[in-house]
């Protein structure tokens, strides 16, 4: 009985966030827009690609950091992001960007890549003095 009501209170705050949210389609994998990819990010626990969405969330939005930070090492690379030392997790920071794309919906149909780096130059901006 306690573990069915701690399992309840998991859930059901998606269900009732959530409640017009529809589930995670196959399409959503193909993250052609930035609604596609926030589609992934806030997947249900209840929905049957959960496990698959959100890995794909967050390798979509690190592996995209990752080549930014690679392409731009060195003294030559262009600095568009500075994060502060230390900077957030990455559970932290995609939460971060998930509140900012539901804040702004005018890039929902953007390249979710575009948006990304939209929030990171606006979050984390470098002196450019």
């Not at 990819?37 to 806030?42: A, K, Y």
């Not at 929902?108 to 939209?118: G, L």
């Amino acid at each position: 009985m306690i573990c069915a009501l701690i399992v309840a209170v998991l859930v059901v705050p998606c269900a009732a966030q959530d409640a017009a949210k529809k589930r995670v389609t196959r399409d959503d994998f193909l993250v052609k827009t930035t609604q596609q990819l926030l589609n992934l990010c806030t997947a249900c626990q209840d929905d049957p690609h959960y496990k698959e969405a959100i890995h794909f969330c967050y390798g979509y939005l690190i592996g995209a950091y990752h080549y930014y930070v690679a392409a731009n090492a060195g003294p030559d690379g262009k600095k568009l992001v500075c994060p502060p030392d230390p900077p957030p997790t990455r559970t932290e920071a995609i939460k971060m960007f998930i509140e900012w794309a539901k804040k702004h919906p005018e890039y929902a149909q953007d390249p979710p890549v575009e948006t990304e780096f939209r929030f990171l130059m606006e979050e984390w901006p470098c002196d450019r003095k």
